[in-house]
């Protein structure tokens, strides 16, 4: 129900983004010109570096299609029959992740590096394969100036910290591997900038505090009032009174038979004595 509801928000967006490539090449001129001015490494460098090797670049691209969806899926899949309680946490904070990334994909459209000449950067995907995007104008299924945040490290992200904390041994912080490859392949390929990370992890963290926090006040009952606390204090002393009634009982029983030359009046100052 929340892939289903999530797809059909996603569809009128992606009907409202239609038409404004334009802003999107625009706000791609921005993000680069900020890259530069914070002095982050050039996307144009990594992916150069990647084209110097042949199967890497193939590597990049068959992650890239092949990897993001399949191991989120799986990830769940195994949360849900192994670790439910951190399943339904890990569930609400890609639920919430992917609709507020939504919300800035039709506020701030953008377009990734290989749809911009002015970039430098290639369209790996389509010059090497596998590409899982068509032409953007004909793309039915796809945003493809949808590139802040980038959901493939936000998801990769927080798949990988749900596994760590799954996990006892200290191997399990191995697969915060994935989030990092999963950032040097969207960039090394041209379909995302550092900052659409960096935005998409900062919203992760957000989201992640949101639900947590929003957990913790469930969780914590509220104190009962007085008038319970008094009556289920009372409730709790009862059954000591039977049971000392029914030990009171039993001495007596007992008195009258280690005593039977005891006549009862005897035998009832016995018992009031115990």
């Known amino acids: 129900m929340l892939v289903v ?22 706000n791609a001129a921005s993000v680069w010109r900020l890259e530069r001015w914070l002095h982050l490494p050039s996307e144009l460098t990594v992916q150069h570096t990647l084209l110097g090797h042949g199967w890497l670049v193939t590597a990049a691209d ?10 989120t899926a799986a990830v769940l ?17 890609l639920a919430w992740l992917t609709a507020a990334a939504l919300v ?4 701030f459209p953008l377009a990734p590096g290989r749809l911009v000449p002015a970039t430098g950067l290639l369209d790996t995907g389509a010059l090497f394969g596998p590409s899982v995007y068509g032409p953007p104008d004909t793309d039915t299924l796809t945003n493809q100036y949808a590139a802040m945040p ?14 760590v904390a799954a996990g006892r041994g200290r191997w399990r912080w191995l697969w915060l591997a994935h ?44 104190p009962a ?13 009862r059954p000591r009174a039977r049971r000392s009634g029914r030990w009171s009982c039993r001495r007596v029983a007992a008195a009258a038979d280690v005593r039977p030359e005891l006549s009862p009046v005897e035998v009832g100052n016995q018992a009031g004595h115990v």
């Open 5 to 26: 509801a999530l797809f059909l928000a996603y569809k009128p967006g992606r009907q409202i983004i239609s038409g404004h490539a334009g802003e999107a090449t625009a």
């Open 62 to 71: 068959s992650y890239y299609a092949y990897v993001h969806f399949p191991a």
């Open 77 to 93: 899949i195994w949360l849900y029959l192994f670790r439910a309680p951190l399943y339904l946490r890990t569930r609400r904070v």
């Open 104 to 107: 800035v994909h039709v506020w």
């Open 150 to 163: 980038s959901l493939h490290v936000g998801w990769a992200l927080a798949v990988a910290v749900a596994l």
């Open 179 to 222: 989030p990092l490859i999963t950032l040097l392949v969207v960039v090394s390929t041209g379909n995302h900038y550092w900052l659409d990370a960096i935005v998409a992890v900062a919203m992760l963290a957000a989201t992640a505090a949101l639900v947590l926090r929003h957990r913790g006040n469930r969780a914590t009952p509220a």
């Open 225 to 237: 009032p007085s008038s319970q606390r008094y009556r289920r204090s009372r409730d709790q002393t």
